[in-house]
């Protein structure tokens, strides 16, 4: 990484976000403001640390709870500079009174075993997070929003919203070193691409260019309903005596402090009848002539050849 790139990375860690946290705590706050559900991807960072982040969604519902989050499982190429694993755990559902919500993020939303483990947990409304683009030597991000989405929407009978990033002005003055860079970031072929789509893969809202801005969909979940009828691939419509998927949700700890035996002072040993604790000296000397050397133990009644 060059010394401006550690710069930026420096920047991103300064402002990721602990969970819960006072940035937390306002978006839980417009979320009961609008009583509206919110699934906010950001940066996260563990409290207390200062050097590793994950690639995050947080999950608030409308009361301004937080549900939980989903960590990106693996970084995509250059995410692993700055991002680590996601925690197993995260790739769930999260229960409304509209039935489960799901996430995934970026590439994850083609990671066939991802999806059907939320499929598996009868997500409903699934929302798909990407970046503002790909880079130049990748499929447009445009294009692949559209038919990754809509496939994970008629694999899964789930409503997707895919919202992708947007990039301003002082983001383009900060990155763009070339003409040919500014002119990529501007083509609006090559991002952007927000939609809302239908469990049966048909855009009902959107696409948008790479500006911001709202879409809006009315919804109907017995769609979603009538698709599984058909095709239930967590259901009906697969064979559990042919193919099985078995999702390990425990990450084990880089760190465990485990605590040992704390022996009383004045006690006695079991084995020995000394006090446990109690300070043993020895001492190391020459024995008779053809002996080793000799460890005395002081109140030892004979010396222990060596």
């Known amino acids: 990484m060059s010394q401006k790139g550690f710069g930026y990375a420096v920047e991103l860690f300064k ?16 979320a009961r403001d609008a009583s509206a559900y919110i ?10 640390t200062n050097g590793t982040m994950y690639n995050t969604q947080l999950f608030i519902d409308r009361s301004g709870r937080i549900l939980g989050k989903h960590q990106k499982l693996m970084p995509t190429i250059g995410e692993r500079l700055v991002h680590t694993v996601g925690d197993a755990a995260t790739l769930r559902t999260f229960d409304t009174e509209f039935g489960p919500i799901s ?13 059907f483990t939320l499929l598996a947990q009868s997500t409903r409304i699934h929302v798909s997070c990407w ?38 002005d002082e983001m ?9 860079d500014r002119a990529f970031l501007e083509d609006p072929t090559m991002c952007g691409g927000s939609t809302i789509i239908s469990p049966a893969g048909k855009i009902i809202a959107g696409p948008m260019g790479p500006e911001e801005g709202i879409l809006y969909a009315d919804i109907d979940l017995e769609e979603g309903m009538r698709g599984k009828l058909v095709h239930d ?19 084990p700890p ?7 035996p704390s022996p009383t002072i004045g006690s006695l040993s079991p084995m020995s009848g000394q006090p446990e604790g109690s300070a043993k000296v020895l001492e190391v000397g020459a024995g008779g002539p053809g002996d080793g050397p000799a460890v005395h133990a002081k109140g030892d009644a004979e010396p222990v050849r060596r």
């Open 254 to 260: 880089i760190y465990n402090l485990v605590p040992g």
């Open 15 to 30: 402002n990721s976000v602990e969970i819960p946290s006072p940035a937390t705590d306002a978006l839980c706050q417009a």
């Open 131 to 168: 970046p503002h683009f790909f880079p130049p030597h990748f499929s447009k991000m445009r294009d692949v929003t559209f038919f990754a989405c809509q496939s994970l929407a008629y694999q899964t009978k789930a409503f997707v919203i895919s919202a992708c990033g947007t990039i301003d």
């Open 103 to 115: 996430g995934l993020i970026c590439g994850e939303n083609s990671n066939l075993l991802a999806i």
């Open 233 to 251: 691939f967590a259901g009906h419509y697969n064979r559990a005596d042919v193919f099985q998927l078995n999702v390990s949700a425990m990450t």
């Open 39 to 48: 699934v906010m991807g950001l940066c996260e960072k563990l409290p207390g």
């Open 172 to 180: 383009l003055r900060a990155h763009v070193v070339t003409p040919e």
